[in-house]
């Protein structure tokens, strides 16, 4: 049985895991990194171009992001938190770009209008009032807003085409969105990583066991899923990246800080559109407002994609129910990830999710003509022969305890570290990929502070330009580091 001894270990080979490796790489250039990775290659899973809506969440048009209050009142917080996220995203690409450790950045990231459309006046009201506090922030400079039909067809015709000019609609626009494939994206990462030395990438590679070291660090125990082999790893710190997959690494680990966590897994459907003559004629991210109860990832959008230099559209995705953590994970993953700790949590987030329940049923027993009715909401002219049904990626949403409720459901994306330091977990989803480098800065923080060299902070404000500072709070900021970007990058400025 071999053994190998490094500095970090990355278990997943997503997105998380190559971003936080390609910047401890920046920081810590002597660090000996190994990934390793249950499938052949990397980004199979969450982090696949098929298995996300590949956004580049910013919070332009994601209604979930800005909730109405009872009072009426709208929010902007957690909008702006992930338009600052994804910024620090762009931020880090820009530089990987100019220092050539990224090639071209057309093939991860594209220019894609960002838009957010309603129907009914209730809704309308609704949207006009969140385009008027948020066109009135820097951050969301350029934001449009429009209830007349032929400027929403100027825009994204394919939402008009075939609708009655008397129904009541509202949209907002704003050209500076984009569309990022996270899958080519953690590709170009790891090879920059493979070029500079002491990585090592172990594809085809499961954790069996994850054990403290008397003398501190972690000893892994791995198994070959092509040969059969076992080996150990020795490591400092370990970082469980692997979606759905972390929760079930995290209690293995069996520290004390991952007691009490659950996960709640939600799988999905996406109805694609290859067609040319049809996907050539749409050009945006449309985001709607999601159903009473439902989960955040099933709000619906028509988005446009380009993947593999091809362009599709996908609408949906529509949610349901699977026993799976992971899209090739196993039926057994949540009845195993129940323990004593986390089966109060479970219930009371039943009890208190009674419409959620609801919602996923009906979408479970949903059938072809009731998903495609709701894509003629955004789509009325749309054809069934032109669109395809495919499988899209699976989430774990956290579940944990809570003193007053006994346990929340909680959606977003949440690091859950070892008191020492040496063993961190990312759980959760959304906005996750976008927001991986802001992630990734709350590990560095977290859990490399002590183990990075004097003036690293320096070295992340030349990286970043707004490290230590706020893009929100600081509109000259903002505009510099986004037309700097954006040219960069070949985006809108």
């Known amino acids: 049985m071999t053994l190998t001894t490094v500095d970090v270990t990355l278990v997943g080979a997503g997105i998380m895991g190559a971003t936080l490796g390609t910047l401890l790489r920046q ?16 980004a199979q899973e969450s982090s696949s171009a098929w298995n996300n809506a590949g956004t580049g969440h910013a919070g332009n048009c994601e209604l979930n992001y800005t909730p109405m209050a009872p009072d009426g009142s709208i929010s902007l917080a957690k909008a702006l938190d992930i338009n600052e996220a994804f910024d620090l995203s762009r931020q880090f690409w820009t530089h990987l770009v100019r220092d050539g450790a990224l090639g071209s950045p ?56 075939g609708r009655d000019p008397a129904q009541a609609i509202g949209a907002t626009h704003i050209a500076a969105g984009t569309d990022v494939n996270f899958g080519a994206l953690t590709s170009q990462l790891l090879e920059h990583l493979r070029a500079g030395g002491a990585f090592e990438a172990r594809f085809s590679t499961a954790v069996q066991s994850l054990r403290r070291r008397p003398e501190g660090g972690w000893r892994l125990e791995t198994r070959d899923q ?9 490591t400092g710190t370990v970082f469980l990246g692997a979606g759905g997959g972390a929760l079930t690494l995290l209690q293995n680990s069996g520290i004390p800080e991952g007691r009490g966590y659950g996960g709640f897994p939600v799988s999905g459907l996406w109805l694609r559109c290859g067609d040319r003559a049809v996907a050539s004629r749409h050009h945006a991210k449309v985001y709607g407002m999601a159903a009473a109860g439902s989960p ?14 091809r362009h599709w559209i996908l609408f949906g995705p529509y949610a349901g129910f699977s026993s799976k953590f992971l ?23 039943a009890r208190d999710n009674l419409p959620l329940t609801q919602y996923l049923i009906g979408q479970v027993f949903a059938n072809a003509d009731q998903r495609f009715a709701a894509l003629r909401d955004f789509y009325p002219n749309a054809r069934p022969s032109d669109w395809t049904l495919a499988v899209a990626g ?12 006994g346990g929340v459901l909680q959606f977003g994306t949440e690091v859950v570290h070892a008191a020492d330091t040496s063993l961190v977990a990312v759980l959760g989803a959304s906005p996750g990929a976008s927001a991986a480098v802001a992630i990734a800065l709350e590990i ?12 690293w902070q320096d070295t992340l404000r030349r990286i970043l330009p707004s490290y230590g500072a706020s893009i929100r709070d ?13 040219e960069v990058l070949g985006l809108a400025a």
């Open 444 to 455: 560095l923080h977290s859990c490399f502070r002590e183990k990075l060299p004097d003036g």
């Open 226 to 234: 092509t040969t059969g082999e076992t080996r150990l790893i020795d």
């Open 474 to 486: 600081d509109a000259d900021l903002c505009r510099r580091i986004r037309s700097e970007s954006a």
């Open 394 to 405: 699976q989430r774990v949403q956290i579940i944990k305890a809570d003193a007053r409720r």
């Open 106 to 161: 057309e093939a991860f990231i594209q220019g894609v209008p960002h838009m957010s459309f309603v129907l009914g006046e209730e809704r309308r009201a609704y949207l006009r009032e969140r385009h008027r506090l948020m066109a009135a922030h820097h951050c969301y400079r350029g934001m449009a807003y429009s209830e007349d039909h032929a400027e929403v067809a100027a825009w994204a015709p394919l939402l008009i085409e």
């Open 327 to 349: 899209k090739s994970g196993s039926l057994c993953d949540w009845p195993r990830s129940l323990r004593t700790g986390n089966l109060l949590p479970l219930l009371a987030v």
């Open 27 to 42: 920081l810590r250039p002597d660090l000996r990194l190994l990934l390793v990775e249950g499938l052949p290659r990397e």
């Open 296 to 309: 955040p990832m099933s709000v619906p959008h028509l988005d446009t994609r380009l993947v593999d230099g």
